[in-house]
């Protein structure tokens, strides 16, 4: 028989008020083996520590249940309580009687009983518990930052200050990101480039930082501290050793293509760097466009290149390194638009979204910096922006508020007036949301000092008459019609996440809400780690984010790895699976469902009948195992216990709250 | 009548009898007649003598490939006879790993589908002497006189909805193969069952399993059940019960159908093999349905290389518990 105590907290009144303290220490006391069981008003406390301390000292305690909140919040806590009085951490047990019982329930009646029952529960499973003891594992030193848009370049630069290597995995020829594309920026309007630029460089110079663009990652393996990476380079056909960025190359080049940096309004040759400032200043052919890989004639880039750069035999390349942490920064997307047929997107030039319409203004974009039409190139006297397409939507488009747009409406359509003095802008909105610092008063200058009239409502129909767009909504404040006849229509549509998101999350082993922006640990408390040890995210690959949020988000992300990476040791799990080889018939499909990759056949010999027979079982790698339990209940025959976890502990649980013992 | 074509018979013997006495298998897993002419049982045969009792005819319904499980521990090499169901229970194992695929020959036989004797007795109207086939017709021999019909009305019931006749996998494919079969009534009664409410639902399952001895034949004839041992079997944990309960009952046919999710080949031996015709076919299709209509059509055994939906991941699988 275990010698238990059990230690109940009344974490104020958040337990207490809702589950009677008395009868369910008095209960406990009959639970088989418990020998003790006390009370206090906050275990968690010090002192409360203190009482289970010397209550497994006093009364020889080997097992210890506490009832309190959910194992989440303490278990660690508790655990070194019971570390400090000699006991192995492990033969200690959570019955959360907080979450799972005083907080889900009104009635003291009801929710005494519950509680009763879950502590009778973890006692009977705390008679089972074992000794168990944490590996210890190395630590690369290492960090590997995927995206390098303003997030992953930020926090590239702040691992590497602090000494560690990191290596960013860009897939575009050029880091970057989104901000490289924009105009100026809200809300102070400095010109993106000129700020950008300066970290583009520094990321690209800095001693401790490797810059894989054009570059994806193909696997993750391993665990926080030891994550095993391979990372495709797709062969650019340049060699970047001897290639100099002069752009003979892509001027000579006869083939064009559109141009994805310039969301596809102008065109780019086969040969090409995306935008004038790319890091590296080193070009990629497009093999579907190129005239030399489609039809095997051309070779013009090969002949004019002075330093010989170019190379049609190049191969992609895989790269495989340790990472003892990461960083996702793969930023986001905005929706296509053409899924609302009533705005008549993509049915005709004038008619852009709030992305394009940046490249409209820039010194560099499609019409040289000239803010003009698309249709005729004269300059848009009347320019109509609808707010909110796809966002707040729950029928059609997305639940969430894109947050960046009532901002960069309020900004384009001062930098409109700037370049266009006589133009007047229109903006329908549901509601305008400008919090953060400055912003309001931001967007009210747009509205009183630049002409932009603000109208509460929405637009129905939008088409082509004569040659201005006919825009036709409804003023909800005034519940009248409204027909605007506009040279321009700019529609703000949501932010999303990356198309390759739900498939990067899966490589990477970290989930995402419905909408597949990925998910941080806790909204509040943990907002830059994920759910697997080692792995953090910046930027707007987590949410939609503004530029400050996401460099803030970036250096927050930066500090934990770098925290993580400045450890030693890391203390490994201690709760892995075992497979019970006598039982196990050899199906593996735990090593197809273990996402750690922490199961492998091995061979075995029995006695049968007079000789000797070979058969495969499987095996777990404890090193490897993080502890999941998805191959415990894949497997058929319970032939997988998890350490803390076996079947029969589990068993007992069930047995103890249903069978009442 | 015992053999429905003698020609066809001595094809099938032919074609094995070259590997079992030339030694390239060690064993030839056949059907053989059983006591009474409506019944062929499997035939383990190592000599010519044994090839001589070799059978095919409408009675083969014993699925073969399942007997590998202990046969191969015994045998280095084993030539199997495989009608489509044989052949998705032969595939069955091998994506469980309990064979090799270089350990056994399969002999591929395209099924006309199997006859059911209750049904003969049913359309005679009493106990048949023998019956005569021809042109998909079957001519029943009574007593009295004789019966003639469609032999389509006279399968097994595991027969008449069998999508795939033909083997999915062989070596040697002894007959011309008669291509994917129409199939209509494939998940009326879980339909049917679907329709009801919970508590009808609940009764219903109630009455049926209330009969099961627990004998567990179903799971011996099943090619999924393969476990070295099984849930119901185990001392610690004891997840079964063993009181003849409805309770214990439930658990039973709950785990083991659940434990057939997205692998049973729906080959219905369970149920042919139910001493007390408990309808296990209906819980295991509700299963084959729902992983279709969850995970998109998937047909245990076709092909091993296929991967099995609840082994692996999808970004875009159903996550009903996290959808907006
Ligand atoms: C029209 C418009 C105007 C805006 N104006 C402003 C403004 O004025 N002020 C402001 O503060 N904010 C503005 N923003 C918001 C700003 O663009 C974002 O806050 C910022 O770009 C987010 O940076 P990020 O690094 O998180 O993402 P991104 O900029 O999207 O960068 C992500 C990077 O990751 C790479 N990547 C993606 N997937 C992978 C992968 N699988 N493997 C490797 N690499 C990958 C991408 O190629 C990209 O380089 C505007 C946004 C829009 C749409
Ligand atoms: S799932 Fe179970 S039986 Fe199958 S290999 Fe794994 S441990 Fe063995
Ligand atoms: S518990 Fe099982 S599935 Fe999870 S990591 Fe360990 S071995 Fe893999
Ligand atoms: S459950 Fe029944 S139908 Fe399914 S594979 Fe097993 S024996 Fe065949
Ligand atoms: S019922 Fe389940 S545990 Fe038992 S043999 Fe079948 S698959 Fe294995
Ligand atoms: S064969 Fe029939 S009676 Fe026997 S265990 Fe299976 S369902 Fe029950």
Redesign the interface.
Known sequence: MPRTGVFICHCGTNIAGTVDIDKTVEASRNFPGVVHADEYRYLCSEMGQDIITKAIKENDLDRVVVGTCSPRMHENTFRKAAAEAGLNPYLLEVANIREHCSWVHKDMEEATPKAIALLRAAAAKAALNEALEAPRLDVEKRALVIGGGIAGIQAALDIAEAGYEVDIVEKDPSIGGRMAQLEKTFPTLDCSACILTPKMVEAAQHPNINLLTYSEVDEVKGFVGQFDVKIRQKARYVDPVKCTGCGICWEKCPSKAPSEFEMGLSKRKSIYVPFAQAVPMVPVIDRDSCLYFRKGRCQICEKECPPQAIDYEQQDEIIERRYGAIVVATGFDQLDPTIYGEYGYGQHPDILTGLEFERIFNASGPTGGKVVKLSDGKPPKKVVFIQCIGSRDKARGM?YCSKICCMYTAKQAILLKEKVPDAKSYVFYIDVRTGGKGYEEFQRRAAEEHDVAYMRGQVGKIFPEDDHLVVRGIDSLTNRNIEIKADMVVLAAATVARGDA??L??LVGINS???HFFNEAHPKLKPVETHTAGIFIAGACQAPKDIPETVSQASAAAVKAIGLLSKEKLQGEACTAEVIQ????????CE??CPYTAIT?VEIEER?KDGV?KR?VAEVNPALCQGCGSCAV?C????INLKGFS??Q???EVDAICLQR | MAERNVESVNKVREAVSQDLLGGRIDLLLGWEKGHYWWQSRPLFARSEADLEKLAWDSFCAVNLSRYLLEELKDHDKVGVLVKGCDARAFNRLLQDNMVRREQVILYGLPCPGMLDYNRLVEKAGGAPLEITEENGRVIIKVGSGEQEAQRDDLLLDKCKDCRYPDPAVYDQLLFSPQGEKEVTERFKTVEELEEMSAEERFGYWEKELSRCLRCYACRQACPFCSCRECFVEQENPRWQGRAYQPSENFMFHLVRAYHGTGRCIDCGECERSCPVDIPLQELNRKLIKDINELYGDYEAGLDPEQEPPLLTYRPDDPAAFSEK
């Open positions: 639940n739900p498939e999350g899966r809400d419905s909408y006598s039982d196990c018939s050899g199906c593996l499909n197809a469902i056949p049968y027979l495969t894949t058929r025959s319970g032939s079947n029969d589990i068993m007992a």
